[in-house]
């Protein structure tokens, strides 16, 4: 016992919680969103209390959204699940390449 605490995960948004399910990796039920900042078939990504969530894949389909509980349920091929910090810098990044 070094003494040594465990830092929390920094949370941006409200104080919802936050979960993601995956079931045979073809459906993701991801609770906890505060919004969906844009979606193909290739990827969704998604504000969280904890940051930005992409989710990755092939033929990937929102079936669910519920902002109001917070759910979206994504199927498809699902390869990954990636958090990163805020969301500024990644919409500017997704506006340039509409813009292109």
Not at 38 to 62: K, N, P, Q, R, W
């Amino acid at each position: 016992m070094s003494g040594e605490r465990k830092e929390e995960p920094k949370r941006i948004g409200s104080a919802k919680g936050h979960s993601i399910y995956m079931e045979s990796r073809e459906n993701g039920i991801v609770n906890g969103v505060e919004a969906v900042l844009s979606f193909d078939e290739e990827s969704v990504v998604m504000l969280t209390a904890y940051g930005m969530l992409t989710v990755s894949g092939s033929e990937l389909h929102i079936v669910k959204l519920d902002l109001e509980s917070g759910q979206v349920v994504v199927q498809g091929e699902i390869e990954g699940a990636e958090y990163s910090e805020g969301h500024a810098s990644r919409s500017r990044g997704l506006l340039s390449r509409m813009l292109r």
